[in-house]
């Protein structure tokens, strides 16, 4: 497998993310001291909220009856009207026309992502929202409603990784 073909798979690709624990090493020391996953003052974006911490908020969306679900510029816009209005900060969309109906398409967010895959045959659109820290999911809903003209919005909600940072602290 040559370089670009490793580039196409992410590869070896440096994103100047680094591979983060919940240990820090004092520089030059050998003083390890761990991180206090409750401590507000944190700058993970996780969500502190009501005594829980959760990565944050992934909204299960099912828009019902809705119209111009075939549309690939509508659903774009969709995503960033999403982003606008839930104070998210977009990096990228990427959409997919089907042939002969039917769009895929992935907003990738600073806090997460924004995807959906429609049937517009049926006027059905299955919509994920997952952002995390000062973001608002849920303001999404509206949006969603006024882009494919429906009152129909169903939703179910998950507080990604709510619980797993109690179990690091236990553990």
Same mark, same amino acid.
């Given at each position: ?5 490793? /580039? ?13 624990? $919940? &240990?820090?090493? *004092?520089?030059?020391?050998?003083? +390890?001291?761990?991180?206090?996953? /409750? ?14 911490? #959760? ?5 299960? =969306? ?10 690939? $510029? ?11 209005? &839930?104070?998210?900060?977009? =990096?990228? *969309?990427?959409?997919?026309?089907? $042939?002969?109906?039917?769009? $895929? @398409?992935?907003?990738? =967010?600073?806090?997460?992502? *924004?995807?959906?895959? +429609? ?7 299955? #919509?994920?929202? #997952?952002? &995390? @820290? ?9 949006? =969603?409603?006024?882009? #494919? ?13 709510? @619980? ?8």
């Amino acid at each position: 497998m040559d370089g670009a073909n490793l /580039f196409q798979l992410g590869i070896g690709l440096e994103t100047g993310a680094h591979e983060e624990d $919940s &240990c820090v090493r *004092i520089a030059d020391t050998d003083t +390890t001291t761990t991180r206090d996953l /409750f401590d507000e003052d944190r700058d993970d974006h996780f969500i502190r909220r009501d005594g829980r911490v #959760f990565a944050g908020t992934h909204l299960i =969306l099912e828009v019902v009856n809705g119209t111009g679900l075939d549309d690939e $510029s509508r659903i774009q816009q969709a995503f960033r009207d999403c982003v606008d209005e &839930c104070g998210a900060t977009l =990096l990228h *969309i990427h959409t997919h026309k089907f $042939s002969p109906q039917g769009v $895929s @398409g992935v907003a990738v =967010l600073a806090e997460s992502h *924004i995807s959906v895959h +429609t049937w517009p045959e049926i006027g059905y659109g299955a #919509f994920d929202v #997952f952002m &995390c @820290g000062d973001a608002e999911p849920w303001r999404a809903v509206d949006v =969603l409603k006024r882009a #494919f003209a429906t009152h129909d919005v169903r939703v179910k909600e998950l507080l990604r990784g709510d @619980g797993l940072v109690e179990e690091v602290r236990a553990a």
